[in-house]
């Protein structure tokens, strides 16, 4: 992983709390990188899907846009406060994982934050299909953030797969331990590397990371269909929602995400 320049956090405008903007300030400030927060908004009821587009139905979504940029100014105040020069972008885009890249290419962002909660297991098919989308596309390091604090020296755990069981390229696990020492040595935290060549792989990997009191999970995907086997299996689902802290995805250099920068499904 390159230096980190620039960040993007995505803010859920919905929420009362924003966990990964916080996540994201808080690596800002060890890195001295540039603080970038969004909002993806889309509604179809300002949408031509059912109405004709017109000037009013077009000023209705400017001003939408313009609340929506004002409320990001609000929640950027502190953080510049702080030292961290911060921007703020409000657009109109959907689906969110298709606006949250377009955005991603358009700012050179070096790494994405974004919220991630527990959910039933009813609820979670629904609610977290934003966050399996970013998995499969997103061309930058993922970080998805849970509620929970990273502590002082916060531990990560780089999950890699020296034996190349699950067919990904040479280089990914090397993306993975870089990754996880680049960002253990910016915030003064303590790094390990897990591997397992049991069946049992994430089982093993979450009782590893709540044995260490993880503060994040690093591990790597390619999108190839083993892989996204194995994301989106009941196995690695169940590993994922009840992982005990954060998880950051890292794809290889190779890797080119299939959205494309203009989105005609927005209008």
């Known amino acids: 992983m390159r230096e980190i320049s620039n960040i993007l956090a995505v803010v859920d405008p919905t929420a009362e709390t924003q966990p990964a903007m916080h996540r994201a300030a808080w690596l800002a400030q060890h890195t001295g990188a540039e603080l970038e927060l969004l909002i993806c908004y889309y509604s179809a009821y300002l949408s031509d899907d ?3 587009e017109s000037p009013s139905l077009s000023k209705a979504r400017g001003e939408v846009i313009a609340d929506e940029e ?3 100014e609000e929640l950027a105040e502190p953080f510049r406060k702080q030292g961290i020069v911060v921007r703020t972008t409000a657009l109109w ?3 969110l994982y298709k606006g949250v890249v377009r955005e991603i290419i358009k700012s050179s962002a070096d790494i994405v934050f974004k919220d991630t909660h527990h959910h039933s297991a009813v609820s979670r098919a629904l609610l977290s299909n934003t966050d399996w ?7 930058i390091p993922l970080w998805l953030v849970k509620p929970k604090d990273v502590g002082t020296e916060p531990v990560f755990v780089a999950a890699i797969d020296p034996m190349h069981d699950h067919d990904n390229p040479v280089e990914l696990d090397d993306e993975i331990l870089q990754t996880s020492r680049m960002l253990g040595r910016k915030v003064g935290g303590v790094v390990h590397a897990f591997h397992s060549v049991s069946e049992l792989t994430y089982e093993e990997l979450a009782a590893f990371a709540n044995r260490v009191d993880a503060a994040v999970v690093v591990m790597g995907t390619v999108g190839r269909n083993r892989w996204k086997r194995l994301f989106t299996g009941s196995t690695a689902e169940r590993t994922l929602e009840y992982l005990p802290c954060d998880l950051l995805i890292v794809k290889p250099d190779c890797f080119h995400t299939p959205v494309h920068l203009t989105n005609p499904e927005a209008a």
Do not use: V, Y
């Open 50 to 52: 059912l109405l004709f």
């Open 70 to 72: 004002q409320q990001l």
């Open 93 to 95: 885009d959907h689906p």
């Open 133 to 139: 989308s970013l998995i499969r596309t997103c061309p």
